[in-house]
């Protein structure tokens, strides 16, 4: 180990794979940090690799605070400049596994680092795949690429949401316009994955149905009121799911509409729920109801002998 001066260290490195910029002390995420290294000093080493300049492995972030700070040296420890690039990653990836193994999109972006670096495909397929919990196949290396290439938004979403290989994959056919302004309205909307999801392929679907730019289709104004509205954002992901399955699903939509004003029709002395199969796929309905005594099942068997709710149910089995 050995203090160096910061202008030999290069300003770019392939190995910034979290992409540390500029340190900035008011960060909450680096406030404390901040605190920790300037009361005690640098006092594990960053690790470089001797070229020149110098090519930082590891210790993105106390390099970023020595620049910040205006230190005159850091503490490195240099490599040898023929150290084996499999080497280099084995120490980054030990060094960062517990962040690697908790996010698909790092340990892509590690994997896509291995191969930047001209890592051999044996070293690929049985050394780095396995680490990384990632089975081969001939198209999985194509497969991260295209995951990768999803704008930066979209990937900071997935690994929020801890989104799996497939569904990140899935998100590649779709336009990164309409994936990004779904994203742009949070936190005004509450986005879980299976809305985000929902939204993308109606809204694809609808695209096709109706040969619409995402730009017009989107300029409704009944959409800019919802997501403009008071509502909390919880309500307003309600309101939207309907909203853009509506569009998706017209028929459906309509078809249900007439079986809510019928269902207003019947009339039960005690509370009676009564569903049908969402997708309207299924001509069946479902009555449930709650009785504690004798006298309420009496009056649940006369209300279901009553000729006008026998009539109703006919015509939601009709409707269905």
């Not at 205006?70 to 490195?76: E, F, K, R, T, Y």
């Not at 193994?101 to 049985?126: M, P, V, W």
């Not at 609808?206 to 289709?217: F, G, R, S, Y």
Request: glycine share 4%; charged share 20%; aromatic share 10%.
């Amino acid at each position: 180990m050995t203090d160096i001066s910061l202008h030999h260290f290069s300003e770019i490195s392939p190995f910034n794979l979290f992409d540390v910029g500029p340190w900035d002390p008011e960060n909450p995420r680096l406030r404390l940090l901040d605190i920790g290294l300037r009361e005690s000093g640098i006092l594990s080493p960053v690790i470089a690799l001797a070229s020149t300049p110098l090519t930082l492995v590891d210790g993105f972030k106390r390099l970023a605070f020595a620049r910040y700070h205006n230190l005159a040296a850091i503490p490195v420890h240099l490599l040898k400049p023929e150290t084996e690039v499999k080497h280099l990653l084995d120490l980054f990836y030990w060094n960062h596994h517990l962040i690697l193994e908790s996010s698909l999109i790092k340990r892509l972006q590690f994997l896509n680092l291995a191969r930047h670096l001209g890592t051999s495909h044996e070293s690929l397929t049985g050394h780095f795949l396995p680490l990384l919990g990632l089975d081969y196949h001939s198209q999985l290396f194509r497969h991260c690429e295209r995951i990768l290439h999803l704008p930066a938004s979209v990937l900071a979403f997935c690994e929020e949401k801890k989104v799996g290989f497939k569904y990140c994959l899935n998100l590649t056919h779709y336009d990164p316009d309409l994936l990004g302004t779904l994203l742009s309205w949070r936190p005004a909307v509450y986005l879980s994955t299976s809305l985000y999801f929902e939204m993308t392929e109606w809204i694809r679907d609808i695209q096709k149905n109706h040969p619409l730019d995402l730009a017009t289709l989107l300029k409704d104004h009944a959409l800019e009121s919802l997501l403009g509205s008071t509502k909390n954002p919880h309500e307003k992901s309600a309101l939207l799911r309907t909203y853009f399955f509506a569009k998706r699903f017209p028929i459906v939509t309509h078809q249900t509409e007439q079986l809510l004003a019928l269902k207003k029709n019947l009339h039960f002395r005690h509370p009676v729920q009564v569903d049908w199969d969402p997708s309207l796929e299924n001509k069946r309905l479902v009555l449930q109801a709650t009785v504690t005594d004798e006298e309420q099942i009496l009056a649940l068997i006369d209300d279901l002998s009553l000729h006008q709710n026998q009539e109703v149910m006919s015509s939601l089995l009709q409707a269905l």
